[in-house]
């Protein structure tokens, strides 16, 4: 994960730097903000990256001698033909349109998207679970 930390801890020093120059020049507090607001999350992603690629080791990607091979293996588990997510997508829409609208179509919305939500996590879901 070395390449992506350094993407990632590069752009957060790029606007560490570029927010107080920002700031002098512009005196816009909004800008500024979105400004800081960036370099956080950029240092956010890359404190986790630096955390988990010290804890995990060298992916093959980041060594000189890693070969194709070496990252074969299974990925997950995709579900091929799920209308969850399309339902899900929808339901988050409707709860984001329901803000514009009123309260009563807020409440129908979460509850909607509570279900589909649930919906999605159990799919795969059958029979007693023993743990």
Known sequence: MKGETYV??????????????????????????????????CALIGYYLLHTGRKLGDRPEDRKDGEIEDAAGE????????????????????????VIIGPWLLIISVA?????????????????YDG
Do not use: C, H, N
């Open 112 to 128: 909607l998207v509570g279900m589909t939500v649930a919906g999605f996590v159990f799919e795969y879901y059958r029979g007693v």
């Open 75 to 98: 990925f997950g588990f995709f579900s091929p033909q799920s209308v969850w997510p399309l339902a899900v997508g929808a339901s988050v829409a409707l709860a984001a349109t329901a």
């Open 8 to 41: 990632f801890i590069g752009t957060a020093i790029f606007f560490a730097l570029i927010s107080p120059v920002y700031w002098l020049w512009s005196k816009d507090p909004t800008g500024t903000t979105a400004l800081v607001v960036t370099f956080l999350l």
